[in-house]
């Protein structure tokens, strides 16, 4: 496997294939074995992915909306400007600063002023103000319920910018894999007797809702009698991201189950 990295949980097997303490050892000479074992774990891994689900048009217009949690969403992952009701609005990038801040809280504000952001990231503010535009939408509109369904207007959210010279072939902030969660973290029993090394206890936990969101289709925008039918959908919450290099970052339209998630939020397997 020159040039690759190879899977370290199919490491882990021929390893063990070739140890002689180790169980798997009594395999080796039986490759069949081994290509049932590794089917099953693949067959594993894809049960952690979630699809979205299909796109059911019953709902025509905006008063029928009812924000269900419980159910599937209909996407995962979705371009601004599939949410936009300006089909021509275009976002561009401001002149590099070396800008580099990390989870920098902010207020969900109406202008740059009021989300109380420093003079220095002004220039991103139409980019940061199309992520929180389904917010502020929602906190002005007739037709949401703002006791059952508030808008996050005056929380706090968290900004990240990082502008950097990336050499090739090297990548700007994490590679590989992954999704935005801590993955498992074990947490201390309350039962637990300390004091003595090695006598700890703990429990996994991995209920993590770090940049959670949901998007709920609504039907088409626009009356016939308005003009052209478009599908709408409705965010709330959840990660933006945005790249000024074309063609550097990928995603999928899918959800990973939480223990399908490894340390950091790993998912190289």
Same mark, same amino acid.
């Given at each position: 496997?020159? =040039? $690759?990295?190879?899977?370290?949980?199919? !490491?882990?097997?021929?390893?063990?294939?070739?140890?002689?303490?180790?169980?798997?050892?009594?395999?080796?000479?039986?490759?069949?074995?081994?290509?049932? @074992?590794?089917?099953?774990?693949?067959? %594993?891994?894809?049960?952690? @992915?979630? #699809?979205?689900?299909?796109?059911?048009?019953?709902?025509?217009?905006?008063?029928?909306?009812?924000?269900?949690?419980?159910? $599937?969403?209909?996407?995962?992952?979705?371009?601004?400007?599939?949410?936009?009701?300006?089909?021509?609005?275009?976002?561009?990038?401001?002149?590099?600063?070396? @800008?580099?801040?990390?989870?920098?809280?902010?207020?969900?504000?109406?202008?740059?002023?009021?989300?109380? #952001?420093?003079?220095?990231? !002004?220039?991103?503010?139409?980019?940061?103000?199309?992520?929180?535009?389904?917010?502020?939408?929602?906190?002005?509109?007739?037709?949401?319920?703002?006791?059952?369904?508030?808008?996050?207007?005056?929380?706090?959210?968290?900004?990240?910018?990082?502008?950097?010279?990336?050499?090739?072939?090297?990548?700007?902030?994490?590679?590989?894999?992954?999704?935005?969660?801590?993955?498992?973290?074990?947490?201390?029993?309350?039962?637990? $007797?300390?004091?003595?090394? =090695? !006598?700890?206890?703990? $429990?996994?936990?991995?209920?993590?809702?770090?940049?959670?969101?949901?998007?709920? %289709?609504?039907?088409?925008?626009? !009356?016939?009698? %308005?003009?052209? +039918?478009?599908?709408?959908?409705?965010?709330?919450? =959840?990660?933006? #991201?945005?790249?000024?290099?074309?063609?550097?970052?990928?995603?999928?339209?899918?959800?990973?189950?939480?223990?399908?998630?490894?340390?950091?939020?790993?998912? +190289?397997?």
């Amino acid at each position: 496997m020159s =040039g $690759q990295t190879q899977n370290p949980i199919s !490491k882990v097997l021929l390893e063990g294939l070739y140890d002689q303490e180790c169980p798997l050892s009594r395999l080796r000479g039986c490759p069949h074995l081994l290509r049932v @074992i590794w089917e099953d774990i693949r067959e %594993y891994w894809r049960g952690m @992915i979630e #699809l979205p689900c299909e796109v059911q048009a019953e709902n025509k217009y905006w008063c029928n909306v009812e924000v269900d949690h419980s159910v $599937q969403s209909s996407f995962f992952l979705t371009p601004i400007s599939s949410v936009s009701w300006d089909s021509d609005t275009h976002y561009t990038f401001p002149t590099p600063s070396d @800008i580099n801040i990390n989870m920098m809280p902010f207020i969900v504000g109406k202008t740059f002023e009021s989300s109380k #952001l420093p003079e220095y990231v !002004k220039p991103y503010w139409s980019l940061i103000k199309a992520c929180i535009n389904p917010e502020l939408n929602r906190a002005s509109h007739h037709l949401w319920d703002r006791r059952s369904n508030p808008s996050d207007l005056g929380r706090v959210y968290y900004l990240t910018i990082q502008e950097s010279f990336v050499g090739a072939g090297s990548s700007q902030r994490r590679p590989g894999l992954h999704v935005d969660s801590p993955g498992e973290v074990k947490m201390k029993n309350e039962d637990c $007797q300390g004091g003595k090394e =090695g !006598k700890g206890s703990s $429990q996994p936990y991995r209920g993590h809702h770090w940049g959670e969101g949901c998007a709920h %289709y609504i039907g088409e925008c626009n !009356k016939p009698e %308005y003009g052209e +039918e478009k599908p709408s959908f409705v965010l709330q919450g =959840g990660i933006y #991201l945005a790249s000024s290099m074309s063609s550097s970052c990928k995603a999928w339209n899918c959800k990973v189950a939480p223990k399908g998630v490894g340390r950091l939020g790993d998912i +190289e397997h």
